[in-house]
């Protein structure tokens, strides 16, 4: 037996870590300003923590979409495989050279790029999905807020969300 609808226990389950972060934050505080001075250092620790976990929740959270959507990646050991209903494949992150999101689809796909490969493509609402936010993370010069709005943006055009070598990013259609 339950007592949160379904829709109520995704959006906390979306929430998790900064829920988590809340939690620690708080025993942190009640550890300083409560017990006595001897626990106050291990207090403004939890107090650190906390507020570093309320941060990157915040992050995972705005990157979790719905689920729902066809297919399943899997990240594993640098490698994103994508199996879907008509199409897949797996691209190496470190040989990887373009990230995209093609938005002119519905949903969005994550566009991966890896020389002598057909892109990648990975609707962002896949089962497990949300891995690719840790695996993203891992690309070099890429800039985690940039990802974000791009991904929560309406525009209905393509953009590049991060490339190999840095430089300045093409703002707009890729074809």
Known sequence: MTFFRPEA??????????IAGGMITLFGLWLVFGPGFLLAVPGWALILAGIV???LGVQRARFRGKDGGAGAVQVD??????FGPLTGGTVALREMDRLSLE?????AHWRLDQPGQSPLLIPVNAAGSEA??????????LRTE????ELHATRHQAVVIWRR????LEVGLLH
């Open 132 to 141: 690719l936010f840790d695996a993203f993370a891992t690309l070099p010069g």
């Open 103 to 107: 938005r002119s689809m519905f949903p």
């Open 9 to 18: 226990q995704a959006e906390l389950w979306r929430w998790r870590e900064c």
């Open 146 to 149: 940039h990802m974000l709005t």
């Open 165 to 168: 070598g840095g430089g300045p």
């Open 77 to 82: 050991e640098g490698q994103v495989t994508y």
């Open 53 to 55: 976990a309320i941060w």
